[in-house]
């Protein structure tokens, strides 16, 4: 038996003004086969289990090369055919194969594609045959398009949000995969479509007793696999949003009928799912509230500057906000910068310096901000965790201003996740009143341990908190929140 595997991925925010080209994969992740770090990774996990698993599992695997590229604008179509088309050739020389593995976010957009997953599906069908046996795993913040539902086998996304059960999700991919080339499944595909923009923390209710209860249904009646696709509500592609994906063996019915049930008490959660969220001034206000007298700091999500839904990360408003305000003992990040980074590690670490940080990339990323700033802490190819796993912020580092602002400013457009983004760059941060992370959700696992509280902000960067700002164009109407009338159904 051989499997083939690779992985292609990235969050396109079609509403961005920055292109993402090839450079911007070939600096994060490029890696050709048999460069692949031996620990798992967020955009990876199914490529990583099906290497890990073949000698248990009697089966031959044949790398194929993983590429990621930070959340950002549309993909240049140069760069998407260069990838597709480097994967596919490896995959025709993997010939023949019984199994292909694909570790796929699901949400990328590339000039002339609004499929992209859906396009090289298409072609790896093509290459592998129709007795080849197809497993995708997906983020499920992705377009769960018909086309790559009719092409691959199975699909299984993430259930979590953060992000914190890749590998489980890729270990139970594998399972289903090697179940059904040795022909003990047959699994058919139920599709429920939401017909809603929106989006689904999972660490608390009532999303939280959703997933648990979506678990509790696999491995029983015939049903094999549950996937909520939350969607990418900043993709302007005609799949936008919610969807509700069940895989029986055999029983198309019942996965008929689950499907709808499941996707009709996601319906029931429209409007209620996400925190309610406090302008800058208002979460700051808050934020010293509660912090007076606490023992642990408390967390401020910069939602609207999230780089993890392809915001510039450069947006100054906290930064300014908290010198302004004259708060001693708060600190920032990331803070996307390289020119400020340069100028940093060219003065080096304990240096004092006159610095102009953020504002730089577009409108949304507000006014610079000109700081009397001490450099804490210098660090090339700096890293956080996410779930055990390490993050590269590329170069980065620590500094702080005079009125007591401590910021990271990295040299790579990543979202904050684990408390070591501050720590390893000279700021302690269970030592602050006030954390604030540029993140929206994926920060929530690490940082609300070591937590007082944790406030969730909207602001002037690009990602708009109410969707209806946006200029879509392409989505399937109706369609909620855009339109009330909008009516859920079946996909497949």
């Not at 549309?74 to 019984?98: G, N």
């Not at 510039?312 to 906290?318: G, I, M, R």
């Not at 210098?378 to 779930?387: E, K, L, P, S």
């Not at 910021?407 to 990543?414: N, Q």
């Amino acid at each position: 038996m051989r499997i083939f595997a690779a992985a292609l991925n990235h969050e396109t925010n079609t509403f961005s003004p920055m292109v993402t080209g090839w450079r911007g994969f070939e600096q994060q992740i490029a890696w050709r086969p048999g460069e692949h770090p031996p620990q798992a990774n967020l955009n990876t996990a199914a490529f990583w289990v099906a290497r890990r698993r073949a000698a248990v599992d009697g089966y031959t695997f044949v790398p194929g090369s993983c590429f990621w590229a930070a959340p950002g604008g549309t993909v240049t179509r140069a760069a998407f055919e260069r990838m597709r088309d480097e994967i596919l050739a490896q995959l025709q020389a993997a010939l023949p194969v019984q199994g292909v593995v694909l570790a796929l976010h699901g949400a990328m957009v590339a000039d002339g594609y609004d499929d992209c997953e859906g396009n090289l599906l298409a072609h790896v069908r093509r290459i592998a045959g129709p007795a080849a046996v197809i497993g995708v795993g997906l983020d499920p913040h992705c377009h769960l398009t018909r086309a790559r539902c009719e092409v691959a086998d199975l699909l299984v996304l993430f259930k979590e949000y953060p992000h914190t059960d890749f590998v489980e999700r890729g270990e139970e991919l594998l399972d289903l995969v090697l179940a059904q080339i040795r022909g003990a499944i047959r699994p058919l595909k139920s599709v429920w479509d939401c017909r809603m923009i929106a989006s689904f923390p999972t660490s608390h209710a009532p999303v939280r007793d959703l997933v648990d209860r979506i678990k509790a249904l696999e491995g029983h009646d015939g049903v094999l696999s549950i996937s909520i696709a939350h969607g990418f509500p900043s993709g302007d592609v005609a799949d936008s949003g919610t969807r509700v994906l069940v895989i029986t063996d055999d029983a198309k019915p019942r996965g008929d009928a689950l499907a709808r049930q499941i996707g009709e008490q996601v319906v029931a959660l429209r409007g209620h799912t996400e925190p309610a969220l406090l302008e800058p001034a208002d979460a700051l206000d808050e934020a010293l509230r509660i912090a007076e007298g606490a023992s642990r700091p408390v967390i401020i999500a910069d939602t609207s500057d999230n780089p993890g839904g392809g915001a510039p990360a450069d947006n100054t408003d906290f930064v300014r906000l908290l010198m302004q305000r004259g708060v001693h003992g708060a600190a920032v990040g990331p803070l996307f910068d390289p020119v400020a980074v340069q100028l940093a590690f060219d003065a080096g670490a304990g240096a004092h310096l006159r610095l102009r940080l953020g504002g730089k990339l577009c409108w949304a990323s507000g006014q610079p901000v000109d700081a009397e700033v001490q450099v804490l802490a210098c660090v090339r190819q700096a890293q956080q965790t996410f779930a055990g796993t390490p993050v590269p912020l590329g170069d980065a580092v620590g500094l702080r201003t005079a009125e007591g602002v401590g910021v990271v400013l990295s040299s790579s457009a990543h979202q904050a996740m684990g408390p070591d983004l501050f720590a390893n760059l000279g700021i302690d941060p269970t030592r602050e009143r006030v954390l604030v992370v540029k993140s929206k959700q994926h920060f929530q696992a690490a940082f609300e341990p070591i937590s007082q509280a944790v406030l969730y902000a909207t602001g002037n960067g690009l990602l708009a908190t109410d969707c209806r700002r946006y200029p879509w164009r392409k989505v399937r109407r109706p369609i909620w929140p855009l339109d009330e009338a909008a009516v859920p159904g079946p996909v497949m």
